[in-house]
C-alpha cells in the first residue's frame, strides 16, 4: 500500500474511532494557551485528525523505518538537499549534532541519514516512560548506534570527536533537571541544554532538521547552522542557545501545527511525571497528577 493510499485508509479508521472527549478537551485547551491570538491555519477539528494520522503512521512505520537497510534510501523520507551538513561536515575537523523535535516522522531522520551512507548515532533526551525500552535493530549495512542518555557524556564526546559523525539528538524533551530556556509557542518554556554543551564541548556544528508529513511521504527540511553561544556566561549562553532553537522550532510548529499537536497533548499530559515539563505555567502548585486527570 503506497503512502497516500495509506494515510487516506487510516484517516478513515481514525474518524471512526474519535479521541476520548476528556484528551480532546485538554489538547483544544493547551492549543488556545499555545494560539492565543494567532490564527489557526486551518480549522482544529482537522488539524487534530492530521495530528492522529501523522502520529499514529510514524509508530506504524518505525520498525521498518529502521530495521531496512540502504536498498531503502528514500522510501521512508525524501531528502532534496544535505548541503548544510556536508558544508558543516567538510568545514570542521570532527562531527555534527543534527536537532530534531518530537514534529513529524521525527523518528525515521537517523536511519534515514545512515542509510544516505552517514556514520550516525541516535541520543533520544525524553524520560525513560516516554521512549521506547529498545528501539529497532538497525537495517544490515547501517551505520547506526543509540547512545543512552543516562550516566557520563564521554561516549557522546568520542563519537563527535571522530571526523564525519552525525550525532541526531531529540532536542525537544529533558530527561534530567539540566535544562536551558527561552520561549515556545509566547510561554516560557524548558528543554534539554544537552545539545548545546556538547556543541561547545567537542567544537562541533548544531544543525536542526525536520521531518514533515506529506500526502505523498515524508520530506526532510534541513535548516542553517544553529548559533551555539560560548561567550563565557554559563547558563546565560546555553539559554541564549535554547531561546534560537525554540523560536525556529515555533516557526515550524506555527506553519504546520498538525506535526507537534501530539507532543503537546503528551508533554501537558504527563506534566506532573515529567523532571522538567515543557510549559512550567502548566504545573499548578498543590495540584498532583491525579487531581488533574
Partial sequence: ???????????????????????????????????EGVPL??????????????????????????SEGPAACGRHIQISSLLPLEN????????AIVLTASFGAWEHIAPALARRGYRVGFLDLRPPGRRPERWPVPGPGLDLRVFSSEGYAGALVRFLGEPGSVLVVQGDE??????????????????????????????????????????????????????????GRGDGDLDASTSRWLKLLERHARRRPEHYLAQLLIRHAGRYDDPAPL???????????????
Fill in 1 to 35: 500500500m503506497g503512502p497516500e493510499r495509506r494515510r487516506s485508509t487510516l484517516s478513515t479508521f481514525l474518524r471512526a474511532a474519535p479521541l476520548e472527549g476528556s484528551l480532546e478537551q485538554e489538547l483544544v485547551d493547551e492549543v488556545r494557551r499555545c494560539w
Fill in 41 to 66: 491555519p486551518r480549522p482544529l477539528p482537522a488539524l487534530i485528525d492530521d495530528a492522529r494520522v501523522i502520529a499514529t503512521l510514524m509508530a506504524i512505520e518505525r520498525k521498518d523505518a529502521w
Fill in 88 to 95: 558543516a561536515l567538510n568545514k570542521g575537523g570532527a562531527g
Fill in 174 to 231: 529533558c530527561a534530567s533537571v539540566r535544562s536551558g530556556h527561552g520561549a515556545l509557542l509566547g510561554r516560557t518554556a524548558q528543554v534539554s541544554s544537552t545539545p548545546f554543551e556538547l556543541a561547545r564541548r567537542v567544537d562541533v556544528p548544531v544543525l536542526p532538521m525536520f521531518a514533515v508529513r506529506e500526502r505523498k511521504g515524508h520530506t526532510l527540511l534541513a535548516e542553517p547552522k544553529l548559533k551555539v553561544f560560548d561567550t
Fill in 279 to 293: 510549559f512550567p505555567d502548566s504545573v499548578v502548585r498543590g495540584e498532583s497528577r491525579r487531581a488533574s486527570g
